[in-house]
Antibody
């Protein structure tokens, strides 16, 4: 069974950093594009960024709101996806989901940016 | 960026009755010679979103056949032929044709 499990969410001060992880199982991770999508409390869904698959050189793309502050990476040998978040702002407070091929979602991990 | 506009914002339905949600994109989701990447998700209360429909009209395996998607170009529709109590939640459309991926604002369905 395909499974995505995010971890690493926490309370962090503005300007701080945090690294989220997503552990994948039940499918060939390296074959798939992976996305990060976030949802601020009580709000809708916002795409954060993407990493393409090995066949497409694991290239990454980012939303304008996070470009230059967030970095997506993947380790296909560990079936894992990462989101390094630096220079965090209060508006980055959200549940962060990892998503496979726009189809399968994890349960999410909560990031709270507050002083 | 492609703007996705969903209507209505909310929908109160009677079990057994049909329901319909509209999603319009600010530009065509069909690139020349390509596929239309339009997705529909349902986020049930307290849960993460789950995919219902991909590529406009394809139901994900295991999704009940009371859900159907249709449309082309800039106008898309999700229909529920007979709403059941378990269908409550917020429905989102999303375009995957062009980056950044963008979502509609959501339609809350209540019984």
């Amino acid at each position: 069974e395909m499974q995505l499990v995010e971890s690493g969410g926490d309370l962090v001060q503005p300007g701080g950093s945090l690294r989220l992880s997503c552990a994948a199982s039940g499918f060939t991770f390296s074959d798939h594009y992976m996305e990060w999508v976030r949802q601020a409390p009580g709000k809708g869904l916002e795409w954060v960024g993407r990493t393409r698959n090995k066949a497409n050189s694991d290239t990454t793309e980012y939303a304008a709101s996070v470009k230059g502050r967030f970095t997506i990476s993947r380790d296909d040998s560990k079936n894992s996806l990462y989101l390094q978040m630096d220079s965090l702002k209060t508006e980055d407070t959200a549940v962060y989901y990892c998503v496979c091929d726009c189809r399968y979602w994890g349960q999410g991990t909560l990031v709270t940016v507050s002083s | 960026d492609i703007v996705m506009t969903q209507t209505p914002l909310s929908l109160s339905v009677t079990p057994g009755q049909p329901a319909s949600i509209s999603c319009k994109s600010s530009q065509s989701l069909l690139p020349s010679g390509g596929k239309t990447y339009l997705f529909w998700y349902l986020q049930k209360p307290g849960q993460s979103p789950e995919l219902l429909i991909y590529d406009v009209s394809n139901r994900l395996s295991g999704v009940p056949d009371r859900f159907s998607g249709s449309g082309s170009g800039t106008d898309f529709t999700l229909k529920i032929s007979r709403v059941e109590a378990e269908d409550v939640g917020i429905y989102y459309c999303m375009q995957g044709t062009q980056l950044p991926l963008t979502f509609g604002g959501g339609t809350k369905v209540e019984i």
